[in-house]
């Protein structure tokens, strides 16, 4: 069972990081000026982080099955969220590194190549033989509370859909089979939010060359949202295991 427990966090983790981590892909192509490939690389690792839900989905439905308590599942919950939380934070502060390791991807994707393969050539040798292009640091006054805010929101429904559906399914064996079918209704208010404001929004200050700062302040906005949406669940679940075990 901890070896189950331990698929499940760890893919849920590195999902997770990953798609954090693709944003950096979408700076790097508008410092470069190549926005298109930026956007288009960011699109393929987000996809291919989806793998992860392979091992994710079956192992997590199987510990449902098995008849995981409920304080057990709970902590499972803590632990991935935690865990994401403080790597979320690594990669807002690294952002300007990460863009840097995209440069170099970009200089390694040509025509010969593939993307898989100019990743694993930019893992292998980072060096350029041309200074890199860099973006400025996180600080509060990249901040746009209102779109921290839709971002939060947003991702509070994108992030929790499997574990509230399996959750609910452990507290009502006997509809569990409806009730894991819930995760399509979580994800699909965050989606809309995503796909209708965030992502649209993002995309037009990325184009906008006139303007080198409401782009990146959208980009640090959109993370900080998506990291404190970790820490609101981090929260909730703490306090909602506390209730539960001295009530």
Same mark, same amino acid.
């Given at each position: ?74 902590? &499972?919950?803590? %632990?991935? !969220?935690?865990? @994401? /939380? ?5 990669? #807002? *502060? ?82 569990? &089979?409806?009730? %894991?079918? !819930?995760?399509? @209704? /979580? ?5 809309? #939010? *995503? ?53």
């Amino acid at each position: 069972m901890i070896f189950l427990c331990l698929i499940v966090i760890f893919s849920f983790v590195l999902m997770h990081v990953i798609e954090m981590i693709s944003f950096g892909s979408r700076v790097a192509g508008r410092v470069t000026r190549r926005v298109a490939l930026g956007t288009t690389l960011q699109q393929t690792i987000y996809t291919t982080s989806r793998f992860l839900l392979i091992p994710f989905l079956p192992t997590l439905g199987y510990l449902v099955e098995s008849g995981i308590m409920i304080n057990d599942y709970l902590i &499972l919950v803590i %632990s991935a !969220f935690i865990l @994401t /939380f403080f790597m979320s934070i690594f990669v #807002i *502060v690294g952002l300007n590194k990460l863009q840097h390791f995209f440069q170099v991807v970009f200089n390694k994707y040509t025509n010969k190549t593939t993307i898989p393969t100019a990743i694993l050539r930019a893992l292998i040798d980072n060096k350029l033989s041309f200074d890199f292009k860099s973006c400025n640091s996180f600080s509060k006054e990249k901040i746009i509370f209102k779109k921290v805010i839709v971002s939060f929101i947003a991702y509070l429904f994108l992030i929790t859909g499997f574990f509230v559906a399996f959750m609910l399914a452990i507290m009502y064996p006997e509809n569990r &089979l409806t009730l %894991s079918q !819930f995760t399509a @209704t /979580f994800h699909g208010f965050g989606a809309i #939010i *995503v796909a209708f404001y965030l992502d649209p929004m993002l995309s037009r200050s990325i184009d906008n060359r006139t303007d080198d700062v409401v782009w990146l302040n959208n980009v640090y906005s959109i993370l900080l949202g998506r990291s404190l949406s970790y820490l609101a669940i981090i929260l909730l679940v703490s306090v909602f295991l506390l209730l539960k075990m001295f009530f």
